[in-house]
């Protein structure tokens, strides 16, 4: 089992500045799912439908859902409009 904390922005920001996930492999297929959890978990269950929209980033390389990350750090971006 692998601990990533998961540095929330956005819509996300209402669950704090991060959250810790615990995941099996290090494939951000999995923390999304991870992530899922977690919010039924906390009452946010309305998240999730954010959560399939969002993006996962390591550093300044947007990621995947079929990449792995490299460290214990990844960035929750949800989607933005504006002009």
């Given at each position: 089992?692998?601990?990533?904390?998961?540095?929330?922005?956005?819509?996300?920001?209402?669950?704090?500045?991060?959250?810790?996930?615990?995941?099996?492999?290090?494939?951000?297929?999995?923390?999304?799912?991870?992530?899922?959890?977690?919010?039924?978990a906390r009452g946010r269950?309305?998240?999730?439908?954010?959560?399939?929209?969002?993006?996962?980033?390591?550093?300044?390389?947007l990621l995947k859902d079929?990449?792995?990350?490299?460290?214990?750090?990844?960035?929750?971006?949800?989607?933005?409009?504006g002009g």
């Open positions: 089992m692998t601990s990533i904390t998961v540095h929330c922005l956005g819509a996300f920001r209402a669950l704090g500045d991060s959250l810790v996930v615990d995941v099996d492999d290090v494939s951000v297929a999995s923390i999304r799912a991870a992530v899922s959890s977690s919010l039924v269950a309305d998240l999730n439908t954010v959560l399939t929209r969002s993006v996962f980033a390591e550093g300044d390389e079929h990449a792995t990350v490299s460290g214990s750090e990844v960035s929750l971006l949800p989607p933005v409009a």
